[in-house]
Nanobody
């Protein structure tokens, strides 16, 4: 059974930091691109960042320089370090795993709420 379990969300003040974790099981972590998406109030889900099995990263322009995505192959876990948080970062953050070997093999976590008050 595949599971992606996010943790680390919560309330942070503007300028503060949070670290999200995505613990996976049931997948071959090393062949998955790990991504973080978010969905703000009244908005569509959007890609925040992803990290490839080789460690390559990509960020949305809105978070570049503030957020850092990483992965720990030994723990089958992906992380999103979020610094200098802004009210517009308020959203439910979802972890995503996409296999590079099996087409359309994509899994999602349940989401974790991040709130940054204005």
């Amino acid at each position: 059974q595949v599971q992606l379990v996010e943790s680390g969300g919560g309330l942070a003040q503007p300028g503060g930091s949070l670290r999200l974790s995505c613990a996976t099981s049931g997948i071959i972590f090393s062949i998955n691109v790990m991504g973080w998406y978010r969905q703000g109030p009244g908005k569509q889900r959007e890609l925040v960042a992803f990290v490839t099995p080789g460690g390559g990263t990509n960020y949305d322009a809105a978070v570049k320089g503030r957020f850092t995505i990483s992965r720990d192959e030994a723990k089958d876990t992906a992380y999103l370090q979020m610094n200098n948080l802004k009210p517009e970062d308020t959203a439910v953050y979802y972890c995503n795993a996409r296999s590079v070997r099996v087409i359309d093999e994509i899994y999602w976590g349940q989401g974790t709420q991040v709130t940054v008050p204005s």
